[in-house]
T-cell receptor, first 110, second 112 residues
Framework: DVKVTQSSRYLVKRTGEKVFLECVQD?????MFWYRQDPGLGLRLIYF???????EKGDIPEGYSVSREKKERFSLILESASTNQTSMYLC?????????FGPGTRLTVL | DQQVKQNSPSLSVQEGRISILNCDYT??????FLWYKKYPAEGPTFLIS?????DKNEDGRFTVFLNKSAKHLSLHIVPSQPGDSAVYFC???????????FGKGTLLTVNP
């Protein structure tokens, strides 16, 4: 079974803090993705990566950056957290087509 | 501009009856469509997919229908069970692009 793990299920941070969200997949997938899910807005793509050290902006990259130093690990970074970044963050990996999701991180920024 | 639309935010059905969830898309380049199911506080899980070369795909209680001329797909769940209560997301991708574009989701409630 494909396993995608995320470093935290729940996280509370203060405005202005730097936040790291980690995602690890164990299926040697080329592609990895970060989404956020908000009520009434569905899943919105923040960034994705199709290879080590490669990244592309998704639909809502502002306020975020990413890092992919190893194939299995994809990190999402909030340089200076703001309250409007309170959300459910979902990581996914994919060979092609179907994406496999992690359990999500519920981030609250106070 | 929403390329994948799920116009019903919610749907309520009785246990044992059919649930029909609908999805419309606007991008003619989309050629692969997926349905995901999501419970609260969990990541989405893949349910079923369909390629544009087909008009129907079936997996147990779940059937997806694709009408390319209308740019419409639907997910049928028969019979519906209380455990099917979740948010269902429609997603689409096109060509060599492995990105998925998601709809906003439909909350299905199956009442015992």
């Amino acid at each position: 079974d494909v396993k995608v793990t995320q470093s935290s299920r729940y996280l509370v941070k203060r405005t202005g803090e730097k936040v790291f969200l980690e995602c690890v997949q164990d299926m040697d997938h080329e592609n990895m993705f970060w989404y956020r899910q908000d009520p009434g807005l569905g899943l919105r793509l923040i960034y994705f990566s199709y290879d080590v050290k490669m990244k592309e902006k998704g639909d809502i990259p502002e306020g975020y950056s990413v890092s992919r130093e190893k194939k299995e690990r994809f990190s999402l970074i909030l340089e200076s957290a703001s309250t409007n970044q309170t959300s459910m963050y979902l990581c996914a990996s994919s060979p092609l087509g179907e994406q496999f999701f992690g359990p999500g991180t519920r981030l609250t920024v106070l | 501009d929403q390329q994948v639309k799920q116009n019903s935010p919610s749907l309520s059905v009785q246990e044992g009856r059919i649930s029909i969830l609908n999805c419309d898309y606007t991008n003619s380049m989309f050629d692969y469509f997926l349905w995901y199911k999501k419970y609260p506080a969990e990541g989405p899980t893949f349910l079923i997919s369909i390629s544009s070369i087909k008009d129907k795909n079936e997996d147990g209680r779940f059937t997806v229908f694709l009408n390319k001329s209308a740019k419409h797909l639907s997910l049928h769940i028969v019979p519906s069970q209380p455990g099917d209560s979740a948010v269902y997301f429609c997603a689409a991708s096109g060509g060599s692009n492995y990105k998925l574009t998601f709809g906003k989701g439909t909350l299905l409630t199956v009442n015992p």
